[in-house]
C-alpha cells in the first residue's frame, strides 16, 4: 500500500460521473476487466431489492474509465469520491447517467481486488475519500486498444446550471478563480420554469460540441499543463495549481446564481479561463490567436441601463489619492472596481480588495479608511451610477454579460468556428478578429439599444499604430502588452504529437469542422 501526503492528496478533481464512452474497443476494454473481476460478484445480486436505474456494470463503467482518464492526465493526480449514500440522487438532473449508492460498493470493491488504493476522508479532515489506480491496474492500463480522446462527457450532461448559495466576485487580475460561490449548490428545477432554457441548452451543447472536436492548446508545452498560482483566502496564502491543457479540459457550462434565473449566466468552464498569462499562446486547430475585451464592462453596463453616454476615457483613472504612480493607483482602481460593483456595502468591498493582493505589497496594508478614499474617488468620478456602487449588483450585470456572451458564442458556433470566452473577453483565430469586433460591438448595441463599449485589442505589434490611432490604450500600456509577443508562436514536440493525435481523431469521427483545418 502507497501512503499520500497531505499534499499529494489535496492535488485531486472529483469524481466525474458523466465519463462515457460508446466506442466498440472501450466497451471490450470494460467488459473485459468486469468479467474477471466483478461479474461472478454480482450475480447473486440481479433480481434483489430494487433494481438500479443504470446497471451495476454501466457504473463500473463510468469509475473505470475516469480513473483510466485521470491517470492517463497525469498519474500523481487522484480522484475525490462522496462515499455517504446521499451524494447519489439518481432522479437529479445533474445526475445524467441515474449513478446510485453502488457507487461506493464499487469503489470498495476495486480496493479489495488490489485495482486502486484509497484514503478514507472524513469531516474533520475536510476532504472526501480519495483514490487513486494502483500498479496492476495500471497494467491493464497501457494495454488499452484506443485513445484518451474516445472518452468523453456523455451528451445528456446537464449544460444549464442553477445554483443557490451567496455569490462574490473575485479579481481575476490575482490569477484566483474568476467567480466563487459560498455554499453554491445546484437546485433541481423545471425546464417550464424559464422559457429560454431548452434554447440555451442547445447552444451550449452545440458549442461544446464544437469544443470537443477543435484542438486548443499550448504550443511550447512539452506537457499538456500549467502551473497557476492563486490565492488561498481561506488560509491567506499563495498557492498553485495545475491546470490540465486537454480534450477532458474544455467542457462549458452556463450556470445561474441564488437560485434566479435573472442573476448570473455566465459560461463556466474551460481551461482557457483558469490560466492568464499563457493565454497569450493559446491555438485553435494550429493557428495563431489574440484576445479582445470589453473596456470596464459592468462600469459600461451601468451607463449604458442610465441611458448615458458612452465613456470615452479610462474608467479606471480617477484623481490621485495616493503618493504612488498613476499607473500604480490604476491597477488598485482597476482591482477594486470589480469588487465595488459585486459587494453589498463598503466594508466587503473593502475586504474583498485587500485579499485580493499580494502578500507584501503596498495595496495589502491599506488601511480600511485608505481604501475608502480610493472608493470614494471612484465614485467621484462615476458620480452617474453612484447608485450602483456596493449596492450587489455584480450578480445582475453578469446576466447580462452572460447574454452577451451567449450571443458571440452562438454566432461563430453557427460557422463551425472555435470562440473562447472569459466572461468579458474572447479568444479566436488571428483571422476572425474583425469579424469578433463586429460582434462584439453588435451584441452591445443589440441588448442596450445603441450604447457602446470600447474594445481592448490584444493584437500583434504590426497593428499599433491602429490602436494608437484610436485612442484604446496609451503608448506604454501596448509596450508592456504587445511587444514580447512572438511573431510565431513555438511548436514543441509535445505539442506536435498532441496535433497529430487529434488529427488522426478526427478521421475516425463524422466531424464536419475537419475539413477547414
Avoid at 472526501?128 to 462527457?153: A, C, D, E, M
Avoid at 446576466?399 to 456572451?405: E, F
Avoid at 476572425?432 to 460591438?441: K, S, T
Avoid at 487529434?502 to 463524422?510: A, G, Q, S
Wanted: proline letters at 3%.
Amino acid at each position: 500500500m502507497s501512503l499520500k501526503t497531505a499534499q499529494q492528496l489535496n492535488y485531486s478533481k472529483p469524481l466525474d460521473v458523466h465519463t462515457w464512452s460508446d466506442y466498440a474497443e472501450v466497451n471490450q476494454f470494460v467488459n473485459t476487466l468486469w468479467d474477471q473481476f466483478l461479474a461472478e460478484q454480482y450475480l447473486d445480486r440481479v433480481g434483489r431489492g430494487k433494481r438500479p436505474l443504470t446497471s451495476v456494470k454501466q457504473q463500473f463503467k463510468v469509475l473505470l474509465l475516469d480513473l483510466y482518464v485521470t491517470w492517463k492526465t497525469d498519474p500523481d493526480l487522484v480522484i475525490g469520491v462522496a462515499m455517504s449514500n446521499s451524494a447519489y440522487q439518481t432522479s437529479s438532473r445533474y445526475n445524467a447517467l441515474h449513478i446510485s449508492p453502488i457507487m461506493i460498493d464499487l469503489v470498495n470493491s476495486l480496493v479489495e481486488m488490489g485495482l486502486i488504493e484509497k484514503h478514507v476522508g472524513s469531516e474533520l479532515s475536510g476532504i472526501t475519500t480519495r483514490i487513486w489506480t494502483t500498479p496492476k491496474l495500471i497494467q491493464y492500463f497501457k494495454g488499452v486498444q484506443f485513445s484518451r480522446l474516445q472518452i468523453n462527457t456523455h451528451q445528456d450532461q446537464e449544460v444549464i446550471i442553477l445554483n443557490k448559495g451567496d455569490f462574490e466576485s473575485v479579481n481575476e487580475e490575482t490569477g484566483e478563480i474568476t467567480t466563487v460561490s459560498r455554499q453554491a449548490k445546484p437546485v433541481e428545477y423545471d425546464d417550464e420554469d424559464f422559457e429560454d432554457i431548452s434554447k440555451m441548452r442547445e447552444e451550449i451543447n452545440k458549442y461544446n460540441e464544437l469544443l470537443r472536436t477543435s484542438f486548443i492548446d499550448i504550443g511550447h508545452l512539452e506537457q499538456p499543463v500549467v502551473v497557476q498560482p492563486y490565492w488561498d483566502r481561506r488560509k491567506n496564502c499563495w498557492k498553485e495549481r495545475r491546470v490540465q491543457i486537454n480534450h477532458h479540459n474544455k467542457f462549458v457550462r452556463r450556470v445561474f446564481y441564488k437560485g434566479s434565473w435573472t442573476l448570473g449566466g455566465r459560461v463556466h468552464g474551460g481551461f482557457w479561463q483558469q490560466i492568464k498569462e499563457e493565454r497569450i499562446n493559446i491555438l485553435i486547430n494550429d493557428f495563431r490567436t489574440v484576445e479582445q475585451d470589453y473596456s470596464g464592462l459592468h462600469i459600461n453596463l451601468a451607463y449604458g441601463l442610465e441611458g448615458l453616454d458612452p465613456l470615452e476615457e479610462d474608467p479606471y483613472t480617477v484623481q490621485s489619492v495616493f503618493n504612488v504612480t498613476k499607473q500604480e493607483q490604476r491597477e488598485w482602481v482597476k482591482s477594486l472596481s470589480l469588487m465595488v460593483i459585486n459587494a453589498k456595502d463598503e466594508l466587503r468591498a473593502i475586504q474583498a480588495f485587500r485579499a485580493a493582493q499580494p502578500i507584501g505589497s503596498i495595496a495589502k496594508r491599506l488601511t480600511n479608511n485608505e481604501v475608502r478614499l480610493l472608493i470614494d474617488a471612484f465614485k467621484e468620478k462615476h458620480h452617474q451610477i453612484e447608485q450602483y456602487i456596493c449596492s450587489d449588483q455584480g450578480v445582475s450585470f453578469m446576466n447580462l454579460d452572460g447574454k452577451i456572451t451567449a450571443q458571440i458564442i452562438k454566432h461563430f458556433t453557427d460557422k463551425g468556428e472555435p470562440i473562447l470566452s472569459i466572461h468579458d473577453s474572447y479568444i479566436c483565430r488571428e483571422q476572425f478578429i474583425d469579424e469578433l469586433n463586429a460582434v462584439m460591438n453588435e451584441t452591445i448595441n443589440d441588448l442596450l439599444h445603441g450604447y457602446t463599449i470600447n474594445i481592448k485589442a490584444n493584437k500583434t505589434v504590426e497593428d499599433q499604430s491602429s490602436l494608437i490611432q484610436h485612442g484604446v490604450i496609451n503608448l506604454s500600456e501596448m509596450k508592456e502588452r504587445f511587444l514580447n509577443r512572438p511573431k510565431d508562436l513555438k511548436r514543441c514536440e509535445g505539442y506536435d504529437a498532441r496535433w497529430e493525435h487529434h488529427k488522426e481523431w478526427l478521421h475516425e469521427i463524422d466531424n464536419p469542422i475537419y475539413l477547414s483545418l
